[in-house]
């Protein structure tokens, strides 16, 4: 099977992307309004993108009538947002964010979120949140009069307790359950995970790899 992309209307490219290319982490983005309030909004057209530098990317859509959505427009104005990661305990309030509220109006309250000063930008984070990464935007570009996207640095990381070794600096998986996106209202949960080892060139080359795959 195979489907011009060109002949596709948009609504059937999204139906198809979004139904395939998953499970997508989601990013529940904080960002400042103009009269100081935090808006929340969730992502799940994002990713992070590079370590040196650390940039993250984030689609932003606009409006039906193609002005700009709350998040794009306060990226735009104030060039900092934060990524506040989505678990399971905050996946409720998550979608209680993506809620058509009116311009300006914080989805915090509603959500029952609580809010903290970042240490690098003037944009808060998500306090419920496992992870916060404070944002300085790089760039936005824009494609189309309905879709911006916008690259942005971390400059700052935020880990609830107990989640992440200080020494170490690896995650304690026991306390961290993020969720993915699928499509429309499916959603993912992470606790099914197996590991997979790389085999050596040699191995490889020769077909020996049945103990990729570890425990499941």
Known sequence: MFLD???LAAKDRYKLLTATVVPRPIALVSTRNEDGSTNA??????????????????????????SPKDTTRNIRLTGEFVVNLVDEEIAEKMVIC????????????????????SRNID????????????????????FAKTRDLAVGEIVG??????????DTLRINW??????????A?????????FSMSIPAY??????????IIGDR
């Not at 909004?41 to 009538?65: M, R, T």
């Not at 509220?101 to 029952?112: H, L, R, V, Y």
């Not at 040699?202 to 103990?211: I, K, L, Q, T, V």
């Open 174 to 183: 026991d306390k961290y359950n993020p969720i993915g996106r699928l499509y």
């Open 123 to 142: 944009v808060d984070y998500i306090v419920d949140a496992p992870v916060s990464l404070e944002c300085r935007r790089v760039t936005v570009l824009q």
């Open 41 to 66: 909004a969730p992502f799940s057209f994002f990713n992070v993108f590079s370590e040196d530098p650390p940039l993250v990317v984030l689609g932003l859509q606009s409006k039906p009538d193609s």
């Open 185 to 193: 209202d499916q959603y993912i949960h992470t606790h099914d995970r």
């Open 5 to 7: 992309f060109g002949q």
């Open 202 to 211: 040699e191995d490889a080359a020769n077909g020996e790899y049945s103990e």
């Open 157 to 166: 990381f935020h880990a609830r307790e107990g989640l992440i070794d200080p």
């Open 98 to 117: 993506a809620a058509d509220f009116p311009k300006d109006e914080s989805e915090i309250p509603a959500a029952n979120l609580t809010l903290a000063k």
